[in-house]
């Protein structure tokens, strides 16, 4: 069961990912969340206390939405991961999209806010961990080199789609091309005479 605090910070991602982080104020959490005002500001005294506690926030629904799905799919081949991604991707671009754009936000201001890079990343080393292991097992000899190729064109498939949506957005066969191209058997590498 959900908190206020939790509901205030679930309303900051709606603000987020519907208007965008110029619109992230106090006044908008307290509306968005049905409060009144003053709300927000009772649990988060500035601004980059509540920004703060969004990206903490958000990790934990993102990871939760991850596990979710890593959980209930086990791709064992290069074409079951393609299809595992791309479920993942439909999920982040429909029931998930304001979740999504959200994300995308938050990673655009750790830019200009480098002290929330280091929530980001601690709470991506979690589904990182679950993502190199849907790789060991799809095939993949080296999946650290193997993932962010997969996963760089991942994140942009799904930001093209939420920038330009497509009604027939399917994305199987391009993460089926990407995926078997990258994960294949390694020769063994000659070295040069």
Do not use: C, K
Not at 34 to 48: D, E
Not at 139 to 145: A, K, L, N
Not at 166 to 178: C, I, K, N, R, S
Request: charged share 20%; no cysteine; net charge neutral.
């Amino acid at each position: 069961m959900a908190n206020r605090r939790d509901d205030l910070l679930d309303a900051a991602i709606t603000v987020l990912g519907e208007r965008g982080i110029h619109a992230l104020t106090h006044r908008t959490v307290d509306a968005t969340a049905g409060l009144p005002p003053g709300s927000t500001s009772n649990h988060f005294r500035t601004r980059g206390a509540l920004l703060d506690a969004v990206v903490e926030r958000f990790v934990t629904r993102e990871r939760a939405n991850w596990e979710d799905l890593a959980t209930r799919l086990a791709p064992t081949t290069p074409h079951e991961l393609a299809r595992a991604l791309s479920a993942f991707a439909q999920q982040a671009t429909g029931p998930q999209r304001t979740l999504t754009l959200a994300r995308y936000a938050i990673l655009v201001e750790a830019a200009n806010q480098p002290e929330l890079r280091a929530t980001l990343a601690a709470g991506g080393a979690r589904v990182n961990a679950w993502f190199m292991n849907w790789l060991r097992t799809a095939g993949s000899t080296d999946p650290p080199h193997d993932a962010p190729l997969i996963m760089n064109h991942w994140t942009g498939l799904v930001l093209h789609q939420l920038a330009m949506p497509d009604p027939a957005f399917d994305p199987v066969e391009q993460l089926t091309a990407l995926v078997t191209t990258v994960i294949r058997p390694r020769a063994a590498e000659v070295p040069a005479p």
